[in-house]
């Protein structure tokens, strides 16, 4: 069966610099997908080529079982994508430039559902205005909108949120995860690796042009990063020394464990009651940890 | 085609007419104004002077040539600057990532340009027309309006396909106005818009006829006047492969190209 997007041995150079080297992964239906890194690993020219925009050098890439290269158009029916960098517009409003890109996928009345999308992204009362009259949020939010006025069911968010403040970025995740609802499968690009882990149900951490990790979020913050465990003891006569402790601050001992531990054992290993514990905090690893681990690891 | 495959096309087409008349002024009433100044400069004031060796007079001469110039540039400009504003402001991508293929592109866009070369064009006949009635008390008489509207058409689409090619080519404004100033306008004023063939002397009379834009301008001339410097099947031969070569060129510079933003 044929999944949203499939990328096999993708590789891209530009000259002598190889940007993209030997990259396959799948996203599959109704999945958010992050693929994430530094800048300059390779994340836009992987959306590039999937989007036909750049040539790949090697390797394949199908959308929902089209092979970009060989059926393009119809690969790209499929797909909706929203680029990195704002684009302007200068002859154009709002609405009339929903209306030509709906024309581009063949749709000619496509009022309804553009009339959705100026409501839901907050464009109604600007639909009459030149794209350089708006801020650079509205801008963002109008590249959104072109993405989806032909209903695809696989977009593609390359930073979406890149430069935009707070609020917009709540109400445009909010969307995606209604998307998401919706069926479509989404290819994500962030620099927020919070967001990230709240809403990719998978990652891929890209670095140098390589997948150097990829797995279900949840799975890969357990396996890569501890629990810090924080005590204060009611009394100081306790030595707690233990190969998971990294450090003492006044009165609290902190220690950093791995998910493979529970904190029963730990406490038993400590020869710890509750009755012994004035207060005691945990914090949760994160993708953020995990992605610093991996880039250490690749000497980042 | 199928419907699907087609409106894409036309959509972006449609576009390409909505783009030029946004910016009209510019687009065609600037080129209406040069045309007119060049009727009376050169129509008028400097043609009392002038004999042709056929007796027309030299104002009936130049509305041919100053319609296809009228033509030419403006299919050049309108498919050029398109895809440089394109370039520009990122929106050259839509192109990209949407389903249109190169084909439809050129087309488009070639059709843009050649509509607004054709209405340039036929707003400069007009405007010759009358200059002509109020120096001579008459109209000149179109001779054969389907050879003139061939003419116009290949003429059109060809200066259109090059122009996108050149944009699609370019890496820079500099680039861009470089092919204007020392390709275009050389070939346009040397392929016999002022004159006659037979007013040159032999060794510029054979190397004009190496000049593409002579025979698409000699083509618009017969239709108009019914005197061509070139026989007509020569001209369409010429003008119909320099089509086909534009095409191709056009195709080619498609393909290779980039479709970023600078």
Not at chain 1, 44 to 62: A, D, K, N, R, Y
Not at chain 1, 69 to 83: I, L, S
Not at chain 1, 141 to 158: E, I, T
Not at chain 2, 102 to 124: D, F, S
Request: net charge neutral; charged share 20%.
């Amino acid at each position: 069966m044929s999944v949203p997007l499939r990328i096999k041995g993708l590789v891209k150079n530009y000259g002598s610099l190889e940007a993209v080297k030997n990259v396959s992964f799948d996203i599959q239906p109704g999945e958010i997908f992050g693929l994430l890194g530094p800048n300059g690993a390779g994340k836009t020219s992987i959306i590039s080529c999937i989007v036909t925009l750049e040539e790949p050098t090697q390797g394949e890439i199908e959308v929902y079982g089209y092979n970009v290269a060989k059926e393009p158009r119809k690969a790209k029916y499929k797909m909706g994508t929203v680029p990195q960098e704002l684009i302007h517009h200068g002859f154009f409003n709002t609405q009339e430039i929903l209306e030509i890109h709906s024309g581009y996928y063949g749709i000619v009345n496509n009022k309804e559902r553009i009339n959705y999308l100026l409501h839901k992204l907050g464009l109604w009362e600007h639909r009459e205005k030149k794209v350089r009259q708006l801020s650079g949020g509205m801008k963002r939010r109008l590249l959104v909108a072109k993405a989806l006025v032909h209903q695809p069911k696989l977009l593609l968010l390359d930073e979406p949120t890149a430069g935009v403040d707070i609020e917009l970025r709540e109400s445009l995740w909010e969307f995606v995860r209604e998307l998401q609802k919706e069926g479509v499968s989404i290819l994500l690009t962030t620099h927020y690796l919070e967001e990230a882990e709240e809403l990719c149900d998978r990652v891929g951490i890209l670095n140098h042009g390589q997948i150097i990790k990829i797995g279900e979020t949840k799975k890969l913050i357990k396996d890569l990063t501890h629990r810090k465990v924080t005590f204060q003891l009611k009394t100081q006569d306790k030595g707690l020394e233990h190969e998971y402790k990294i450090t003492i601050e006044g009165d609290r001992h902190i220690f950093s464990v791995p998910y493979s531990k529970t904190i029963e054992e730990l406490f038993n290993e400590l020869s710890l009651t509750l009755g012994d514990v004035k207060d005691l905090s945990i914090q949760e690893g994160s993708l953020e940890d995990a992605f610093r681990y991996l880039l250490g690891g690749q000497g980042e | 085609m199928t419907k699907q495959n087609f409106l894409p096309f036309l959509m972006l087409y449609y576009k390409e007419l909505r783009r030029f008349n946004k910016v009209f002024i510019q687009t065609v009433l600037t080129p209406l104004i040069t045309s007119s100044l060049y009727l009376l400069i050169f129509g008028i004031s400097l043609g009392k002077n002038i004999n042709l060796l056929n007796n027309i007079p030299y104002l009936a001469f130049i509305i041919p040539g100053l319609v296809m110039m009228g033509v030419l540039n403006n299919a050049y400009q309108n498919s050029s600057t398109s895809i440089i504003s394109g370039k520009f402001s990122g929106d050259l991508q839509d192109l990209r990532v949407t389903p249109l293929s190169n084909h439809q592109i050129i087309w488009a866009l070639a059709l843009g340009g050649l509509t607004r070369g054709l209405l340039v064009g036929t707003i400069t006949f007009f405007v010759g027309q009358i200059f002509y009635f109020v120096n001579y008390g008459s109209m000149i008489q179109v001779q054969n309006y389907l050879i003139l509207f061939v003419f116009m058409i290949i003429g059109g689409l060809s200066f259109a396909m090059f122009g996108l090619s050149v944009a699609f080519w370019a890496k820079t404004f500099d680039q861009l106005s470089a092919v204007g100033s020392f390709i275009l306008t050389p070939l346009i004023y040397l392929g016999g818009v002022f004159f006659s063939l037979e007013n040159l002397h032999p060794f510029w009379q054979g190397l004009s006829k190496f000049n593409p834009l002579l025979y698409f301008i000699n083509g618009v001339r017969y239709g108009i006047l019914g005197q061509t410097d070139v026989t007509l099947w020569l001209a369409l031969g010429v003008s119909f492969a320099s089509l086909t070569v534009i095409y191709i060129i056009a195709w080619h510079s498609l393909k290779k190209s980039n479709f970023t933003r600078w």
